[in-house]
């Protein structure tokens, strides 16, 4: 009887025990969503940034210096240098050398008004 008594006693405390940590349980399930979430939010923000282009006709020099290879020199001889038909006058004109232009080429654009 004692047995049983005590088994009946561990069950009950199991199922107590259970039952309160479910809401942690569930708390912590929905702040791992939610770190999901925001984890791909940023990598398409990234995503969206990285592929997004550049307009050489435009951009202010501050853009222009965070490209590779781009310094305030090749900056400012960009934009002396507009207006552009096409991103391939930066080596036409001179004013990047090829090796430099070969960097940024796929991430620069140059519209036209």
């Given at each position: ?13 199991a ?8 809401p ?11 770190d ?14 990285a592929?997004?282009l ?5 951009a ?22 507009r207006p552009?038909?096409?991103?391939t ?15 940024i ?9």
């Open positions: 009887m004692l047995r049983r008594f005590i088994m009946i006693a561990l069950t009950v405390l199922l107590t025990v259970g039952a309160s940590a479910q942690a349980a569930a708390k912590a399930a929905g702040k791992a969503a939610a999901v979430k925001t984890a791909r939010a940023k990598a398409t923000e990234a995503k969206a940034a592929t997004s550049i307009d050489i006709n435009s202010k020099a501050e853009e222009l210096d965070a490209l590779p290879g781009i310094g305030k020199a090749y900056s400012q001889k960009i934009i002396a240098g552009y038909a096409n991103k006058q930066l080596v036409s004109k001179g004013v990047l050398p090829q090796k430099v232009y070969d960097k080429s796929a991430k620069v654009i140059a519209k036209q008004k």
